[in-house]
């Protein structure tokens, strides 16, 4: 799970520290597998503000890098923050799904890396506007995309009972997910987040024991996966991102829950077996103590890596 959603969470009303607008994660590890050289042409997948894509930049001399992201508010501030690497750096509002496509319209050949952060970024999880948070009280949206049409509220306040248990158990792992769902219908209907998140926290039986992570977490984990169709998303990424990289290119993902990783690792296993690349990272890549301890939120995330072998 990310960010907030790591398990690195107070209840609400607990103070919280003072942060950086985003830490990116295991960013040496990446850079690392991606093996940058200074002529060659990458693509950030989803880069919100900007940080793994900036340690790119600094080590290319004549490459470029294809920025997407598909919240354009992460777009303004990568691009506030990457100015001053000119035309090396291409960016486009646009859905990670859809990378060949973006790729082809760029214009560039075939790339020599990817790389892919699925997680929700700091910038979004603190604006309390973008209704990621269930410790802030802001609305319930959780769209990546503004444009997007359908928002939490929309699902809280008029999917069917049975439709929202699923949500829960599919998305978020949450084992009481038929409990909540109930709970959620009957105080119908819901503005803020944290209305939700006291409604969740009441479903949950106290015998279910301490909490190591806040009780509404899965719940407003799988929401955020619903609304923005992350899942769905990442499949359709890793059915296409071998088409934009040259033989000998490589593609690192970092994943933040259990649902992520394994549909990256199943899919770099299928690769590996149909004979179209290799595993580069036996087991994920974990952040190490000192990281996890200047940034709590990396904890959860994994880093896999693959390099394509053929066409």
């Given amino acids: 799970m990310d960010d907030e959603q790591s398990g690195n969470t107070k209840l609400p009303g607990a103070a ?83 990378i060949d496509a973006w790729h082809a319209a760029s214009g ?46 929309d699902l809280v306040n008029h999917s069917p009972e049975r439709d929202l248990a699923e949500i829960f158990f599919k998305l978020g792992e949450e084992r009481h997910s038929r409990r909540i769902a109930r709970a959620i219908v009957k105080a119908r209907p819901y503005r803020l987040t944290t209305e939700l998140a006291q409604v969740v926290t009441r479903a949950i039986p106290s015998r ?33 991102v071998l088409l934009v990289l040259r033989p000998g290119g490589r593609v690192v993902i970092l994943s933040f829950h259990s649902l992520e990783d394994r549909r990256v690792k199943q899919a770099f296993r299928r690769w590996q077996g149909e004979g179209r690349a290799k595993i580069l990272t036996r087991k994920a890549v974990r952040p190490e103590q000192e990281e996890v301890r200047l940034n709590p939120r990396a904890r959860s995330a994994k880093l896999r890596a693959a390099e394509k072998t053929i066409d």
């Fill in 108 to 153: 560039l050949p075939l790339v020599e890396g990817v790389v892919a952060d699925l997680g929700l970024s700091s910038m979004q999880l603190d604006d309390a506007s973008r209704g990621f948070s269930f410790n802030l009280p802001g609305p319930l949206d959780m769209r990546m995309d503004p444009n997007s049409e359908i928002t939490a509220a």
């Fill in 208 to 240: 279910a024991g301490l909490h190591q992570i806040h009780p509404a977490t899965r719940s407003f984990m799988a929401l955020r996966l619903a609304v923005n169709a992350e899942l769905e998303n990442l499949e359709q990424f890793l059915d296409r």
């Fill in 16 to 98: 919280e520290p003072a942060r950086p607008l985003h830490v990116p994660v295991l960013v040496r590890e990446s850079i690392d597998f991606l093996n940058v050289r200074p002529e060659g042409i990458y693509i950030d997948a989803t880069i919100g503000a900007g940080g793994h894509a900036q340690e790119i930049l600094k080590r290319l001399g004549s490459g470029r890098l294809l920025g997407l992201d598909r919240d354009p508010h992460a777009l303004e501030v990568a691009r506030d923050r990457l100015a001053g690497f000119g035309e090396k750096l291409i960016m486009q509002h646009g859905n990670f799904a859809q």
